[in-house]
């Protein structure tokens, strides 16, 4: 289907221009056409003038000397009036509605006319008596010379018939216009629209690349332009697929390579906490340091989950939705008995049978973990968090507590951005969510005030469902 698309495209440019230098060459073309026309039919009018004065001055003359009465004009008659037709006669009956435009008067030296044709006036023509062309009031005449140089002939042809041949020829040129050009609207963007579908395809498998996806774009059109821009965008991709992947493998390696060196540090600070009799000075400060590791081990696990939310996949390995409602429990179960500090989980679990989606469970548990540490974390600890299943694919998770400004809720997925209200967690657990959503084309939603309601926050999470 044929459509032209938005007035800032390649598509509708081209269409817009091309049509517009096809028509305005067409106008050109149709109205030098016009004027070359009016101009030979000026010149064969004239010379049809020409030639009829020429061939019938001496015929006018012997019929002059032979019906002239005195003081009488002669009124020639119309052709094959006159005449009586045998049965076997090959005259036309359509010769009995031609109309003769030509008028002819034959005037002596003083102007007076001597003879004319039916359809000439009485009155001379208001034209001089000299040879060559004249325009009178309604017609163009021609005179010439006749007889012993006494008597002129003056063949008439009225204006308005000339002109109205005229302009019947010029519409007839132009009329075919007002069809070819829609014709030609149609046409061209039929043609624009074929030979621009080898770059809308490049752009919609540039368009589907990203951060997850840096897979090379197939060469498989021989236009050079096209092949051209192609092999750039691979090349580029392949140096950002290789600097994406020196910084994933960087954070994954450090990240799993500090959680050994953390994990026995945090073991010899907790049994150095409970070798220190209570009161003792170093006491308080080896509850510090072991506080100061346990931030630390939870901020090497959010850079292993950042590193793997930010590599390509996320999406269920068969390719289907599958049942992520056992997951979501385990994930919740899990919470409650770490005891986290903070408000209690309140979970609605009416639509958990219908929950399913095109994701990888582990993927998912990672994202459901985070929003949940997260509202938490943040959320105020009179309400308690809440967990709702909507329809078969969306996950609300709100808390409470005192709303984040708009400025500050645009910023949240972004990367060691902490919420104002506490400083408490690493700045990593909705950066996770969004990389993870962003890879299974899922869909992160962050309000603040709660709907309906005059504080707190929501994350909503909109899962891609094959």
Partial sequence: MMKIRAQNSLQFILTKRLTVIVAVFWVIGAAFAAYTARHEMEEGADTALIETSRRASTLVIDYLENHQDEGEIVVLPEPG??????????????????????QYQLRNADGEVLLRSQNAPETPFDTPLKPGFSNGDKVRVYTSVTGNGD???????????RNEAIIETVVSQ??????????????????????????????????????????????DDPIEEINTIVTAVNRLMGKLEAALSVERSFTANSAHELRT??????????????????????????????????????????????????????????GHNQDLGPTLNLVIEDLRRAGIDGADIRFDA???????????????????????????????????????????????????GTPVSPAELSQLTTRFKRSSNKADGSGLGLAIVEAIARNTK???????????HTDGFMA???LHQS
């Fill in 174 to 219: 132009f009329t075919p216009l007002i069809f070819l050009i829609p014709v030609t609207i149609l046409a061209v963007v039929y043609s624009v629209t074929r030979a621009l579908g080898p770059v809308r395809q490049v752009r919609n498998e540039i368009e589907a690349r990203g951060e997850g996806n840096l897979t090379p774009i197939e060469q």
């Fill in 350 to 400: 009416d639509n958990l049978a219908t929950l399913s989606a095109n994701i990888d469970l582990d993927a998912f548990a990672i994202c459901m973990r985070n929003l949940i540490e997260n509202a938490l974390k943040y959320g105020g600890d009179e309400e308690p968090v809440e967990i709702r299943v909507v329809e078969d694919r969306i996950l609300q998770v709100s808390n409470g």
């Fill in 81 to 102: 009036f006159d005449v009586e037709l045998g049965d076997d006669s090959d005259y036309d009956e359509d010769f009995d509605d031609f109309d003769d435009f030509m």
């Fill in 261 to 318: 060196p953390i994990a026995v540090a945090l073991a010899q600070t907790q049994r150095l906490v409970l070798e220190l009799p209570e009161g003792h000075d170093s006491r308080k400060r080896a509850v510090q340091t072991e506080e100061a590791l346990k931030r630390l081990s939870r901020l090497a696990e959010k850079l292993l989950q950042l590193a793997r939310a930010e590599s390509s996949g996320g999406f269920s390995p068969t």
């Fill in 151 to 161: 008597m002129f002939m003056q063949v008439a042809e009225p204006t308005e018939h």
């Fill in 460 to 462: 909503e999470l909109r």
């Fill in 442 to 452: 899922s869909e992160l939603k962050l309000y603040s005030p709660r709907p309906d």
